[in-house]
Structures are given as structure tokens and as C-alpha cells.
């Protein structure tokens, strides 16, 4: 289990290195909701989203000879970025084994960040199957995104900047994917903000997260297609326990009401924000979540703003 | 001549009412430029840009009876949302004369802050002589967008908050268009930080600041085409001595490079700034000012955010 002293731990370990990111509000979105919503902007995070804190957390979790061996993991998005950003700032070398498909732009942030990158078909077995010869040859150790207690430890840092800034909001609501972010959010709320109700938004064209929350049976997310590429992958052994047991709730929300959240942060909130990081607003514009009182207090965590702009044509 | 009481006065009637906006940094920016780059965020200021600060000035030094009558201004884009969130705030009349060609969007905002709108032919004569109409029959006062020195002052306080928070720069850089901004931060770093150089910066196609700086005759702007809307105006009666002697230097940038800094801030800064925000950065893209010193501490005023998404198909 992971304790209140672990979190506290991630959070010294983190410190000076990782951003203490703004906490942002919006007159005119509050006003739409009737709330009072606090964005915590991991946008604004090294390598540009939350995952950095795990990512740093894991890396400077690992004894003297583990760092010698170097990190590895396969990832086609932000926890390559963060881990490949957190192994240079400390000096230790990383492997990335990323799909052939990966965006350009993903793969030039982590070769900037001098990590190794092994490209792979674009599929789970190719990826896992491709890390493991890495490891063999390599010997690095595997951070794995999400599935990792010291990294959920480190995500759940971000609530602790939240809570340290606002008090105990009544409501937080993140996105989920593998639920790394949503495990680390609801552990941090139940360990120091207890009246706070942890709510997760998930795409409805990747609900794996609610369908294993609300049947209390383990569905894995199959080919999902949406435009939240944070969110496609599966629950893990370890995060689907602590989100079964700490959050509150888990809605769905459809692809249109995440462009229109997403379109919403960036004309109202001038700051830029990925899909993923819209999930949780389209949850309000869809109506989704009852609040239990008038005018609650919200806080939202916006994982990250990394985004290929080339892509945004489709949206707009 | 506007002293340095007039900013400070300037800069006591707004608190409290415009944001302290947030000054930011990048470190890749940094790297890419060998210089430690400020940026001054006025996207985040309420209205979604500085003309904000100008307009609050102007509302709140008008007398009881002015007030009564109210306010009006033709103007197609930032003043205009400003004015009327502005006057909105202090319980008087905005008139707005927009333009038919205004963007949706601008309309909306000026619309949702109360104001009351007149549209009008998109040339310069049918502004005029619109407003003529408009103040002849409401009696309201002409709050003009920059040629006026209370909104200069007002303007102005955006350096100064900039210089409280990270000393004195090297350098100022910020763009120009009708020159109320400019005037307001050379006026400002006059005062208040006397060993910092002012840099302008203009798109080349809308050239009518450059020309007049360097030729120190008066050059009018006619039918420039650039994408830096907010940069299109001329130079006024007050802002262009202003410019003359205490400006020093301005330059121009290319339209393509303009969009390239305008992506560059949006990717790694993860903030929406719109393209007049960018001109200044443009300039260091093309290597346009020669520091005197390496590393020179820079502060970039960002003057808004304003942007229509749906035009963003033609730049990425």
C-alpha cells in the first residue's frame, strides 16, 4: 500500500527540480458552471505534463548501482518525454522503446533530451517484446508508466500543490487512463483532504476505466480511437485496486464535448492543453457529475499541453 | 508630458481590478536565444489583453458627470473588449463601433460585456464619422485606443510590474502598432529602470513605425496586410514623440517569422498568445538586435491572446 509518508517522500524528493505549477481560474468558465474551478496546470510542467513527477520520482528512487544500469520503458508519448528529461537531469542514461508511429514531434523531444530510442511496430507485443531485448542487452531498469508505486506517488504530488494552495476542495476531478494520475489524485485526497470527492472522466470511446469501475470486473481497453491519446491504455494491477477503493465516481464523455472543452481552455484560459486534458471539463459541459451543493469548490487536474499544432486543423 | 506620477497613479487605480499578470520563463527559449528571456503575460490579463490596463485607467479617472454619459470608441478588436469589460466593471455606458468585418468572436465578447454596438462600413472614414454619429446622440466620451495619454500611463503598468519582479532588464522588447504600448514601457523604463533599452518591433508589412522612427518623418500607415491584426493602426500625434525620444531602436520582422514564433511560444511555453504577441520573439528568430552584452536579460511584453481558432487552419 501506498502511504501518506510515501507521498511525502516524492514531494521532497521532487522539489527545486520539478515546477510547483500554477494554479489557474477563469471567471467566465466559472460562471458557465456555476463553480468555482481551480485548474492545476501540469501543462506547464517540465517535458510539459504531470508525468515528469513520477518520472523524477522513480529516477531518484533508485539505489547506486540501479542508476549505473540506466531507465527504460516504451511509450509513445509523455512518460517517455519525462523520463528521458528526468534521467539527463541526473546524469543517468535512458531507453526508449518508441512506436514507429510515434508523433515527430514526441520523438525529437526525447532524442533532445539525449535518451536512446529503439523504434518498434506499433503494437503492445512489439513494444513489450522490443523492451525486453533492450533490458537484456542494456540491463537498465524498467520504469514503468503507470503501474508503479513510487510513480503513482510522484503524480500524487500534483494534489498536494493543489490542496497546499486552495484548502480542501470538495470535488477533484482528473483524467484517466492507466491511472497512474488517478490513483496518486484520489491516494493524496483521502491522505490529506478527506472531504474531498475524487471523480475521474474517461473518453466513452476508451470507457475501459468506467466499464472495470462500475462492473467491478477488470476490462481492458481494445484498439480505442480517440483523439485522447493519453487515455487509450488499460488500467493496471496495482491502479485499478487503489481506484476501485478511493474514487468516487468514474463518467464518460463523447469525443465532440472534448474538442469543445479543449477549444473552451484554449480561447477562455489562453494556455494550451492536450485532449486528455480537456476530459474532465467536457465531463461539466456534458452535465455529467451531480454536485451535491450549489456553487462547489473544483479542482482540476490538466495533465499536460504536449500537442502537434499540425494536427489541430482537424479540430478547429 | 506624462510624468512618472501619472504611471504610478496609473498603476494605483487598476489594482485590484486588472491582473497582476505572471511573468514567464523557458528554458528551452533561453537555450535557443543564450539570453534569460522574461516574458510579461498579458494574454492572462483580463479581456485577454494589455489594452485592458489602458482602458480601466481611462474609465477610472473620468469625472462623475463624464461618467454619466459614458464611453465610446471604434474599434475592431482588443480596445474594444477592453473598453467594454472596462466600463461594465464601473456600472457606465460603452459604445463600440465595430466594423462589419469584425471577427465573430471579438463581437461576442463585446456583446457579452454589455456594450452597446454599431456596426459600420471596414474603413477608417466610416469609423469616424460613425462614431461621430454615435457620440453626437449618446453624448458619450471618445476613449481613444492609444492616441490619449491616461491610456498610455495605463499601459505603462505593465513594465512596471515587470521590473518589480525581476529587476531591471537588459532590454524591453515589445511590439508597436498604434504605439500606446510602446509609449507606455519606454515611458515606464525611463522612470523606472533606467539602464534597460526599449526595442520595438513591427511586422514589415505594416512598416509605418519603422519608417517613422528611423526616417523621424511622419509615415502613415495605408492598407497594411499582415497577420499581426493588432499591429495594422499608425502612429498618433502623442505616441510617435513619445517613440522618437525614448525608443531605442525598431525593427521589423517577416510574416513567416512571425508565425514561427507565434508556434514556438504556443508549443513549448504552452501558452495562447496571438500573432502581435509574437513579433517581438520574431525579431530574435531573425536575429534582428544586436545585444551589447552575452546572456542579456530580456523582458518580452506579451500584449494578448486573443485569436480566432477557427482562422488557425491557414498558419500551422
Known amino acids: 500500500m501506498i502511504s501518506r509518508k510515501d507521498i511525502l517522500k516524492a514531494a521532497e524528493l521532487i522539489k527545486g527540480t520539478a515546477h510547483k505549477t500554477p494554479v489557474l481560474s477563469c471567471c467566465t468558465i466559472n460562471k458557465m458552471f456555476g463553480a468555482k474551478i481551480f485548474f492545476k496546470c501540469e501543462n506547464f510542467q517540465k517535458a510539459g505534463a504531470f508525468k515528469f513527477r513520477g518520472a523524477l520520482t522513480a529516477i531518484k528512487s533508485l539505489d547506486e548501482n540501479s542508476k549505473k544500469k540506466g531507465v527504460a520503458a516504451h511509450s509513445s508519448?509523455?512518460?517517455?518525454?519525462?523520463?528521458?528529461?528526468?534521467?539527463?537531469?541526473?546524469?543517468?542514461?535512458?531507453?526508449?522503446?518508441?512506436?514507429?508511429?510515434?508523433?515527430?514531434?514526441?520523438?525529437e523531444a526525447v532524442k533532445d533530451y539525449g535518451a536512446q530510442i529503439t523504434f518498434c511496430e506499433p503494437t503492445l507485443e512489439a513494444r513489450e517484446s522490443t523492451l525486453k531485448n533492450v533490458m537484456d542487452k542494456t540491463n537498465a531498469i524498467e520504469i514503468h508508466p503507470y503501474n508503479n508505486k513510487i510513480i503513482i506517488s510522484g503524480q500524487a504530488t500534483a494534489t498536494i500543490e493543489l490542496i497546499d494552495e486552495i484548502g480542501q476542495p470538495d470535488y477533484i476531478l482528473a483524467?484517466?487512463?492507466?491511472?497512474?494520475?488517478?490513483?496518486?489524485?484520489?491516494?493524496?485526497?483521502?491522505?490529506?483532504?478527506?472531504?474531498?470527492?475524487?471523480?475521474?472522466?474517461?473518453?466513452?470511446?476508451?470507457?475501459?476505466?468506467?466499464?472495470?469501475?462500475?462492473?467491478?470486473?477488470?476490462s481492458p481497453s481494445i484498439n480505442p480511437?480517440?483523439?485522447?491519446?493519453?487515455?487509450?491504455?488499460?488500467?493496471?494491477?496495482?491502479?485499478?485496486?487503489?481506484?476501485?477503493?478511493?474514487?468516487?465516481?468514474?463518467?464518460?464523455?463523447?469525443?465532440?464535448?472534448?474538442?469543445?472543452?479543449?477549444?473552451?481552455?484554449?480561447?477562455?484560459?489562453?494556455?494550451?492543453?492536450?485532449?486528455?486534458?480537456?476530459?474532465?471539463?467536457?465531463?461539466?459541459?456534458?452535465?455529467?457529475?451531480?454536485?451535491?451543493?450549489?456553487?462547489?469548490?473544483?479542482?482540476?487536474i490538466v495533465s499536460g499541453g504536449n500537442i502537434d499544432l499540425g494536427e489541430l486543423k482537424s479540430y478547429f
Do not use: C
Open 225 to 300: 480511437q480517440t483523439i485522447a491519446d493519453g487515455l487509450r491504455t488499460s488500467l493496471g494491477s496495482i491502479t485499478y485496486p487503489i481506484i476501485l477503493e478511493y474514487v468516487n465516481d468514474i463518467v464518460t464523455v463523447s469525443e465532440r464535448s472534448i474538442i469543445d472543452a479543449m477549444r473552451l481552455i484554449w480561447e477562455r484560459m489562453k494556455i494550451i492543453v492536450e485532449p486528455s486534458s480537456a476530459v474532465p471539463l467536457a465531463a461539466l459541459l456534458e452535465n455529467k457529475i451531480h454536485f451535491e451543493k450549489k456553487q462547489p469548490t473544483i479542482g482540476i
Open 175 to 218: 483524467p484517466v487512463g492507466g491511472g497512474g494520475l488517478l490513483s496518486g489524485t484520489a491516494l493524496a485526497a483521502h491522505y490529506f483532504s478527506s472531504s474531498t470527492k475524487v471523480i475521474a472522466a474517461e473518453p466513452e470511446n476508451a470507457n475501459d476505466a468506467y466499464l472495470s469501475f462500475h462492473s467491478k470486473k477488470f
Open 77 to 107: 508519448g509523455n512518460h517517455a518525454q519525462a523520463l528521458a528529461l528526468a534521467a539527463r537531469l541526473n546524469g543517468i542514461k535512458a531507453h526508449l522503446v518508441m512506436p514507429s508511429n510515434s508523433s515527430k514531434v514526441k520523438v
